[in-house]
């Protein structure tokens, strides 16, 4: 009986603790807003990785609502982490794949305007431009990234030379 009663209090113990560190809610403390920033960027990460795979397989509505859900958690990770380019590169990618090109380049401005080498931020701002045909200004992103030594320069490089065939 009394190791029953022991099994049974560590088992209310531990749920206790669990649900005090859970999803990082209005409950104070500085590290549960941390926790949440992050996790609100990286859910939306997985959601932008599961909508490309379903583009891949040409399931394109059902991509972006993924799109559209991982934007909404980027906007609410931006509210309370303005400084932080990887937000604002996701929030224009996302919003370039719903087709919502109103803000679009606005975020990736803001996202260079903290980090002006950003490399995601400079390919994805010139593949926009290569989809509003706008070249000179996707070169300029192109030159940017000459010497980065990366994929993001191939990439947008290919982009350019075949005006966007390549999409992704």
């Given at each position: 009986?009394?190791?029953?009663?022991?099994?049974?209090?560590?088992?209310?113990?531990?749920?206790?603790?669990?649900?005090?560190?859970?999803?990082?809610?209005?409950?104070?403390?500085?590290?549960?807003?941390?926790?949440?920033?992050?996790?609100?960027?990286?859910?939306?990460?997985?959601?932008?990785?599961?909508?490309?795979?379903?583009?891949?397989?040409?399931?394109?509505?059902?991509a972006k609502k993924l799109?559209?859900q991982a934007f909404k958690?980027?906007?609410?990770?931006?509210?309370?982490?303005?400084?932080?380019?990887?937000?604002?590169?996701?929030?224009?990618?996302?919003?370039?794949?719903?087709?919502?090109?109103?803000?679009?380049?606005?975020?990736?401005?803001?996202?260079?305007?903290?980090?002006?080498?950003?490399?995601?931020?400079?390919?994805?701002?010139?593949?926009?431009?290569?989809?509003?045909?706008?070249?000179?200004?996707?070169?300029?992103?192109?030159?940017?990234?000459?010497?980065?030594?990366?994929?993001?320069?191939?990439?947008?490089?290919?982009?350019i030379k075949t005006r966007?065939?390549?999409?992704?």
């Amino acid at each position: 009986m009394k190791k029953i009663l022991i099994l049974i209090s560590s088992i209310l113990i531990s749920t206790s603790l669990m649900a005090a560190g859970g999803d990082g809610g209005s409950s104070g403390g500085s590290s549960d807003n941390g926790d949440s920033k992050a996790s609100l960027y990286d859910d939306a990460v997985k959601l932008v990785n599961r909508a490309g795979k379903l583009e891949k397989k040409e399931k394109t509505e059902k991509a972006k609502k993924l799109y559209s859900q991982a934007f909404k958690k980027l906007e609410k990770a931006y509210k309370s982490d303005k400084k932080n380019p990887d937000v604002l590169n996701y929030m224009g990618f996302t919003s370039r794949k719903i087709g919502n090109f109103e803000k679009v380049e606005e975020f990736y401005l803001k996202g260079l305007s903290i980090k002006p080498d950003h490399n995601g931020i400079n390919e994805y701002l010139g593949e926009l431009y290569v989809q509003t045909n706008r070249i000179d200004k996707a070169n300029e992103r192109l030159e940017v990234l000459k010497s980065c030594n990366c994929e993001e320069y191939g990439e947008l490089e290919l982009i350019i030379k075949t005006r966007g065939t390549k999409v992704y």
